[in-house]
């Protein structure tokens, strides 16, 4: 084979690497929006002659950021792995009454403690393991194409507590008809929060579109997800994920 010859075999190799190579794997960036509508919520308990109460704002949706990787090494099969972190903020009210004249009957007169709305922040971090399939292929030799694609998986989620009452118990057990230093109540709920993270699993069905150009990859999905015990009163969500990345 003549030196000329083996140029050729080389630049056509260099010519078709791109393309190859973007048909086995690629990862990226993964940005997520998880459509919700987390409804407010309320609690209180009565010791007498002391009654308290916790006040929950509810919030909408839910955004986040994280990464993911495909394989396409089984025909007519990918395999994808999604990682994410989604939250959204919302507010409480930590309310503590003494019924000074032992009526049964609280008033804000009455209050020893009241936080006031106090911010407080609520988020998941997800793992979602997903089968999919090209429907419609309309691709363009070397420079890529349009995949509309299908499919479905198992996911796995790590979520925040959310404020409630009985949180407010574990953190402060009789201390919580007494008044207390809400900047060490504030510390012991942040920490409470590290410690007692719940962990769900559950499984999603997802269809998108594709795009491909040379060793870029854009993936635009619709998934729902149906996990119990993320969001409260939630068994399942939609959302919209947006994967931007390259072939490796």
């Given at each position: 084979?003549?030196?000329?010859?083996?140029?050729?075999?080389?630049?056509?190799?260099?010519?078709?690497?791109?393309?190859?190579?973007?048909?086995?794997?690629?990862?990226?960036?993964?940005?997520?929006?998880?459509?919700?509508?987390?409804?407010?919520?309320?609690?209180?308990?009565?010791?007498?002659?002391?009654?308290?109460?916790?006040?929950?704002?509810g919030f909408e949706n839910?955004?986040?950021?994280?990464?993911?990787?495909?394989?396409?090494v089984i025909p007519y099969?990918?395999?994808?792995?999604?990682?994410?972190?989604?939250?959204?903020?919302?507010?409480?009210?930590?309310?503590?009454?003494?019924?000074?004249?032992?009526?049964?009957?609280?008033?804000?007169?009455?209050?020893?403690?009241?936080?006031?709305?106090?911010?407080?922040?609520?988020?998941?971090?997800?793992?979602?393991?997903?089968?999919?399939?090209?429907?419609?292929?309309?691709?363009?030799?070397?420079?890529?194409?349009?995949?509309?694609?299908?499919?479905?998986?198992?996911?796995?989620?790590?979520?925040?507590?959310?404020?409630?009452?009985?949180?407010?118990?574990?953190?402060?057990?009789?201390?919580?008809?007494?008044?207390?230093?809400?900047?060490?109540?504030?510390?012991?709920?942040?920490?409470?929060?590290?410690?007692?993270?719940?962990?769900?699993?559950?499984?999603?069905?997802?269809?998108?579109?594709q795009f491909k150009i040379?060793?870029?990859?854009?993936?635009?999905?619709?998934?729902?997800?149906?996990?119990?015990?993320?969001?409260?009163?939630?068994?399942?969500?939609?959302?919209?994920?947006?994967?931007?990345?390259?072939?490796?």
């Amino acid at each position: 084979m003549c030196i000329r010859d083996r140029k050729l075999i080389v630049s056509a190799f260099i010519c078709l690497l791109p393309v190859s190579v973007f048909a086995i794997a690629g990862f990226g960036l993964n940005v997520a929006y998880d459509q919700v509508i987390v409804n407010a919520g309320s609690d209180s308990k009565v010791s007498s002659p002391t009654e308290v109460r916790i006040l929950r704002n509810g919030f909408e949706n839910g955004a986040g950021a994280g990464g993911f990787l495909y394989l396409d090494v089984i025909p007519y099969i990918d395999l994808e792995v999604d990682f994410q972190f989604v939250g959204n903020t919302y507010q409480f009210d930590f309310q503590n009454y003494l019924d000074s004249n032992v009526d049964g009957a609280f008033d804000d007169n009455e209050m020893v403690v009241n936080t006031g709305l106090t911010d407080f922040a609520w988020a998941r971090g997800s793992v979602y393991y997903t089968v999919r399939t090209n429907l419609l292929d309309l691709s363009v030799p070397v420079l890529g194409g349009v995949d509309l694609n299908a499919g479905a998986g198992m996911n796995q989620h790590i979520g925040a507590p959310f404020m409630s009452l009985s949180l407010m118990e574990s953190l402060l057990g009789e201390d919580l008809f007494e008044e207390f230093d809400e900047e060490v109540m504030a510390n012991k709920i942040l920490d409470y929060m590290q410690e007692n993270s719940e962990t769900v699993q559950g499984f999603h069905v997802q269809a998108g579109l594709q795009f491909k150009i040379l060793v870029l990859t854009a993936l635009l999905n619709v998934r729902y997800t149906i996990v119990e015990d993320l969001y409260p009163d939630i068994s399942a969500f939609p959302s919209i994920n947006l994967n931007i990345g390259i072939g490796i």
